[in-house]
């Protein structure tokens, strides 16, 4: 299968999207406002926010310009990016992040994937999909992914992970997607991708980290189950909450039921968490995640 086409509809004039972070203070957006004026931009969309626990700024904008040279558009906002030592990230809306999936032998959340792939919900490339099993790889074929099984043992951890970084330079990756990965990746790769990597936990965090957690909470009886996205750090299952969500159970509801019901939870919640960084709507600030929905 080829490449997906931006469903956006306008394709006679470049739309971009720019991301700014950086201390907050007066000017940032009368500064960046006048910059794409100059670029001859017209502001299609505009979100921002001063976080007061960080006292750290971001702002995304959505903009055209009849510049079709991304390099010359850069050129007119990177001095401003520099007068506030700006984090500034620029993109024409019509170039999909890359994104690598890793996957063990749970298939629900990569077919989740694939399908909003496929039906151009998700305005990602997804170049390759690797997995420790070889479970999910008719999956993959029918959607015309590459697969590549890479099995992972104590011994070869390290091996395997080298490999990975082989795969994110050949393939030009912007960020990670574990869909139900059932590997924790070495602090080292965690840090050197760190606000790359987006995990789904089967459970609304921070309760019931670890192994098991639907027969956590079925022991703990429990009313609600939910699944939260987050950014992987060298702390297994405390990165930053990306996105949410949660359903209703009972007590007759048994372990299996639970998993059942919460896997469809874990469909949407990750399938969001993917959107949101695929369109540059996400700002890590501290131990907090910004997103603009």
Same mark, same amino acid.
């Given at each position: 299968?080829?490449? $997906?086409?931006?469903?956006?509809?306008?394709?006679?004039?470049?739309? =971009?999207?720019?991301?700014?972070?950086?201390?907050?203070?007066?000017?940032?957006?009368?500064?960046?406002?006048?910059?794409?004026?100059?670029?001859?931009?017209?502001?299609?969309?505009?979100? *921002?926010?001063?976080?007061?626990?960080?006292?750290?700024?971001?702002?995304?904008?959505?903009?055209?310009?009849?510049?079709?040279?991304?390099?010359?558009?850069?050129?007119?906002?990177?001095?401003?990016?520099?007068?506030?030592?700006?984090?500034?990230?620029?993109?024409?809306?019509?170039?999909?992040?890359?994104?690598?999936?890793?996957?063990?032998?749970?298939? %629900?959340?990569?077919?989740?994937?694939?399908?909003?792939?496929?039906?151009?919900?998700?305005?990602?490339?997804?170049?390759?999909?690797?997995?420790?099993? *070889?479970?999910?790889?008719?999956?993959?074929?029918? =959607?015309?992914?590459?697969?590549?099984?890479?099995?992972?043992?104590?011994?070869?951890?390290?091996?395997?992970?080298?490999?990975?970084?082989?795969?994110?330079?050949?393939?030009?990756?912007?960020?990670?997607?574990?869909?139900?990965?059932?590997?924790?990746?070495?602090?080292?790769?965690?840090?050197?991708?760190?606000?790359?990597?987006?995990?789904?936990?089967?459970?609304?965090?921070?309760?019931?980290?670890?192994?098991?957690?639907?027969?956590?909470?079925?022991?703990?009886?429990?009313?609600?189950?939910?699944?939260?996205?987050?950014?992987?750090?060298?702390?297994?299952?405390?990165?930053?909450?990306?996105?949410?969500?949660?359903?209703?159970?009972?007590? !007759?509801?048994?372990?299996?039921?639970? !998993?059942?019901?919460?896997?469809?939870?874990?469909?949407?919640?990750?399938?969001?968490?993917?959107?949101?960084?695929?369109?540059?709507?996400?700002?890590?600030?501290? %131990? $907090?995640?910004? !997103?603009?929905?």
């Amino acid at each position: 299968m080829g490449k $997906r086409e931006s469903p956006r509809k306008n394709r006679g004039m470049p739309q =971009y999207v720019i991301s700014v972070q950086c201390a907050d203070g007066p000017g940032i957006v009368h500064a960046f406002s006048a910059a794409l004026l100059e670029a001859q931009g017209n502001i299609v969309d505009n979100s *921002q926010y001063g976080d007061p626990i960080t006292s750290q700024f971001c702002m995304r904008t959505t903009f055209t310009s009849p510049i079709e040279d991304i390099d010359e558009v850069r050129s007119l906002l990177q001095p401003v990016a520099d007068r506030f030592h700006a984090h500034l990230h620029l993109r024409n809306e019509a170039s999909h992040q890359h994104a690598l999936v890793l996957v063990s032998q749970y298939d %629900h959340c990569l077919l989740d994937l694939l399908y909003r792939w496929e039906a151009g919900e998700l305005a990602i490339e997804i170049p390759v999909v690797v997995s420790n099993h *070889q479970a999910c790889r008719t999956l993959c074929e029918r =959607y015309g992914v590459p697969f590549l099984h890479l099995p992972v043992t104590k011994e070869n951890k390290a091996e395997q992970e080298a490999l990975l970084r082989g795969l994110i330079a050949e393939h030009s990756i912007d960020f990670v997607v574990l869909a139900r990965y059932m590997q924790i990746l070495s602090p080292e790769f965690c840090a050197d991708l760190s606000g790359r990597i987006i995990n789904i936990h089967h459970s609304f965090l921070p309760g019931f980290k670890g192994a098991r957690p639907y027969q956590q909470a079925y022991e703990r009886g429990v009313k609600m189950i939910g699944a939260t996205a987050h950014y992987v750090t060298a702390d297994l299952d405390e990165g930053p909450i990306i996105d949410q969500g949660v359903v209703s159970v009972d007590h !007759s509801m048994n372990a299996q039921t639970l !998993s059942v019901m919460g896997r469809d939870v874990e469909r949407q919640v990750l399938s969001r968490a993917v959107k949101m960084q695929a369109e540059d709507r996400l700002f890590l600030m501290g %131990h $907090r995640v910004v !997103s603009f929905q």
